[in-house]
């Protein structure tokens, strides 16, 4: 039977990942350091006997090399996601995404395990003109360090499946949301508006356009991926799929979405520019032609994602607790 | 007087542009690990009060910070420049040009210097269809980690311009050739002819296309763009700039040339294969319109850099004892 190692096993992505393959009966291995990942996440995880938590750090590689033994394919999601802070904590993004990308590779090479799938970003594209954006676009120009950081991922992936025969699955992701959501705007605005129900700061001026892909939709994809095994026949080894919905709402659109669902009004306060940061693009909208092509597409609409994530988050507003 | 701040300053490159910034009287700080670099290539530098010499790592934060302090300009070119062994050290190109460049862009924040050179290479375009590649190339697929590394630096160093208002002009060299040249096939195939005149061996079949560039014209084109200051007006702080000759020549070519002027006819052993090694590009030609049309133009064809370069290393032979 297979057996799949999950880095960041216990976050967003990775645990609805987890139960999934433990529902199509793979045998899983989670990897989380614990960091930002919740073990509640994992409950019902951890009543298959088909799964196996191992709590560690990345850039711990003799710990990693253990833990991989014995897999097939890795699933490394485990990453500092958080796009906006980059700034504060220049080192992170390189040492939790680059150095520990590497690590991932060396223990999967110590192991003989050669197939990886990857969460990259659709922020690797910076402030591409091509919009929307394809995977060949022309050779982007960076704008945040959560981006160079993926980009140096992507690199020594598709180097390893060059030099070291890896098989690779690289996924530029458009912002995920649905359950288990712990960051991001639906997130906050659904903080703020627990916290003062009539006002609601927006970074920017509500105008950035932006896609987001619910967290079925997108574990499905890369599922289906793997499946086809592409990366098998491809020149060097590695494909790389853009993975986000067929549109793009404005943020306004999205404050429109939630406080409906709420049924509140507040009243709107804008930081004002069209960035929501320093190195925030105003505009991300993936090409999909390539995912869809293989016969994957959404099962929810962008405006249901939405909804679906703040019902989560009433559901669970334990995790506003955990997550300060 | 600018004071300007050089990694890999006892380098083949670094060395060299040392020389021509202090003819230009200004002032100069070399920094160098002396892992490749060598202390003879700055002999001429060392007798000029304008220049200091610090010994140091790149690795070394606090030592580099210091090193740095009351510089205006940095010019980060040490690396690990040996793209052919990227497979037998994984780990070197990740440490010795992703978190060595890291390290120089702290180094450079805590001193509040924001104007930075960095040298990047041609191989970050992959195998890329479109030949001559220009800047904007469709988003490359990484088949080296010398690459990969250098993708991840000028991610960081765009970043750095974007989030920290830094001036950045990135250089995406062809090979570079000339005096004080001390590894690539001239100064292999020279070795082998000097130990065995009559074999040769090629990586490869001899039929790679690749371009060089003539040392001294790099030098002269980085010196140009920075004066030029389009980094100030471009949209992130970054420009970037394809270095590189106006064609391009056959390794069977390059041994011509060679052999031609040593007047010798070896018996050629070809290794086989399109390319040189795993990962290597079997042809790299690079579009260089955009420095063009700022005025820079070669002085050397690549033949006559070829030659030139093999007369420095038959006055030199001692790089031969001090680089096995």
Redesign the interface.
């Known amino acids: 039977m297979e057996k799949v190692f999950i880095t960041g096993a216990a976050g967003f992505i990775g645990s609805n990942l987890v139960d999934r393959l433990l529902a199509g009966g793979k045998s899983v291995v989670g990897w989380d350091n614990f960091c930002t990942g919740q073990k509640k996440f994992l409950s019902g995880a951890l009543k298959n006997p088909g799964f196996k938590l191992v709590e560690g750090d990345n850039l711990d590689l003799p710990a990693l090399t253990r833990a991989m033994a014995g897999c097939d394919t890795v699933f490394h999601l485990a990453a500092n996601a958080d796009v906006r802070f980059?700034?504060e904590h220049?080192?992170r993004d390189?040492q939790q995404n680059?150095?520990a990308t590497?690590n991932v590779?060396?223990a999967m090479?110590a192991n003989g395990i050669r197939r990886i799938a990857f969460s990259s970003t659709g922020s690797?594209?910076?402030?591409t003109q091509i919009i929307p954006t394809p995977?060949?676009?022309?050779?982007?120009?960076?704008?945040?360090?959560y981006?160079?950081?993926k980009?140096?991922c992507?690199?020594?992936i598709?180097?390893y499946c060059?030099?070291?025969q890896f098989e690779g699955y690289i996924f530029r992701f458009v912002s995920i949301l649905g359950e288990r959501y712990t960051h991001g705007h639906v997130f906050d605005f659904y903080k703020q508006l627990l916290e003062h129900p009539g006002r609601l700061k927006v970074l920017g001026d509500g105008s950035q356009r932006k896609s987001y892909l619910y967290v079925q939709d997108c574990v499905t994809a890369m599922l289906h991926a793997l499946d086809l095994g592409t990366a098998k026949t491809a020149?060097?080894g590695?494909t790389?799929y853009n993975l986000g919905a067929e549109n793009y709402v404005l943020v306004n659109d999205s404050i429109r979405f939630i406080c409906g669902a709420l049924g509140l009004q507040p009243e709107l306060e804008y930081s004002g520019g069209n960035k929501g940061w320093?190195?925030d693009n105003p505009f991300i909208f993936l090409d999909t032609q390539k995912i869809r092509a293989t016969g994957w597409k959404t099962s929810l609409t962008i405006e249901q994602g939405i909804v679906r994530t703040l019902q989560w988050l009433q559901q669970n507003r334990w995790i506003y607790e955990t997550r300060q």
């Open positions: 980059g700034l220049p080192a390189l680059t150095v590497f590779l060396e090479r690797v594209y910076g402030e995977e060949d676009a022309p050779f982007p120009v960076q704008t945040s360090l981006a160079a950081s980009v140096g992507e690199g020594m598709s180097s060059e030099g070291f020149k060097h590695v790389i320093v190195g």
